[in-house]
C-alpha cells in the first residue's frame, strides 16, 4: 500500500509555439477558454482530485500566472463599490483552498526536464502530474482514479485515450503487456511521438500521470530523446521495462488546448456548455448557414 498522494505537479513552461502570435508575450497557459485562463481548469482538477498543493513549473515571459492566483486589492475594491463583486469571487476561493508553489524550468530543455524541477518539492512522495495545456472532463475524475490505482499497486500510472491513426506521431504511445482490471492495463512499452509504422497501438498518454520519486534518478539518466529534448516517456519506458508502469483509459474527453484548431473547437464546446450564454448553438448555425450578420 503507497503513502496517500498529497501533491500534484503542472509543466506550464513551454513557449506555446503552436499559437503564435497570441502566445508571444502571454503563456498559453492564461489563453481564455471563455472567461477562464485554461490554466484554471487544470487547477480546479487537481482541487477536485484532493490535491490541492500545486506546484506550478513555469519560466520565462510566465508572470501572468502568478498574477491570476493572486488576490488584486484594488481591483476587488472597484468591483465592490460598483457592487459587482461575484465575478471575483470563484478565483478567490480557488485560491483559498489550493496551496500553490512556482518554481522556474531555466532552460526549455523538454518535459521530463521540467518535471526534475519538482524533485524537491515533493520531498520524496509520489505526485500527480496535470499538463498545464491539456483539459479534461469530466473534472477530476480521472486523476482520483490514477491515484487510486497507484495507491493500490504503489506504481506510476498514466492517463491514455485511443487517438486517430494520423495523430500518434503527436503522443506518447503505449504497448499494453495485459488488461489487468476494466480499463487498467499493464504497461510492456512507451514510444514518444512515433511514426505511424513504429507505433505499438493507437493508445496515447494523454497528460496525467501519478509518479513515483525514482523518477527523478531515473530522468538524470535519460539523456535528450526525441526532439533533442528529455522526455518523461523516456523515463516511464525504463519503469515499464521493470514492469512498474500503469495505465488507465480514462472516460469522458481531452481538449489539448495548446494547437490553434482544438483550442477554438475547446472555447465553442465549452461556450454550448454554459447556460449563462443563450444562443450560441443558434448563433452557430445561423454562421454556417451564411445567414449571420454579427
Ligand atoms: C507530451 C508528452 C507526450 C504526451 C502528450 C500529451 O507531449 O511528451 O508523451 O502524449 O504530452 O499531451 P507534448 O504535447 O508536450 O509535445
Known sequence: MAQRLKKAVIPAAGFGTRLLPATKAQPKEMLPIVDRPAIQYVVEEAISAHLPDILIITGKGKHAIEDHFDRNFELEEEMRKSGKGKELDEIRELIRK??????????????????????????????????????????????????????????????????????????????IESETSEREFKVKQIIEKPGLDEAPSRLAAAGRY?????????????????????????????????????????????????????????????????????????????????????
Open 210 to 294: 501519478v509518479l513515483v520519486p525514482e523518477i527523478f534518478e531515473i530522468l538524470d539518466t535519460v539523456g535528450p530523446g526525441k526532439n533533442d529534448e528529455i522526455q518523461l516517456t523516456d523515463a516511464l519506458q525504463i519503469l515499464a521495462q521493470q514492469g512498474r508502469l500503469h495505465a488507465y483509459q480514462f472516460e469522458g474527453k481531452r481538449y489539448d488546448v495548446g494547437n490553434k484548431t482544438d483550442y477554438v473547437l475547446t472555447t465553442l464546446e465549452f461556450a454550448l456548455d454554459r447556460a449563462d450564454l443563450p444562443g450560441i448553438r443558434e448563433a452557430v448555425a445561423e454562421i454556417l448557414e451564411g445567414e449571420r450578420n454579427i
Open 98 to 175: 489550493a496551496r500553490l508553489h512556482y518554481i522556474r524550468q531555466n532552460e526549455l530543455l523538454g518535459l521530463g526536464d521540467a518535471i526534475g524541477y519538482a524533485r524537491d518539492h515533493v520531498d520524496n512522495e509520489s505526485f500527480a502530474v496535470l499538463l498545464g495545456d491539456t483539459l479534461l472532463r469530466p473534472s477530476g475524475s480521472c486523476l482520483r482514479k490514477l491515484v487510486e490505482i497507484h495507491e493500490r499497486t504503489g506504481d506510476a500510472v498514466l492517463a491514455v485515450e485511443e487517438v486517430p491513426a494520423d495523430k500518434v506521431d503527436r503522443y506518447g504511445i503505449l504497448e
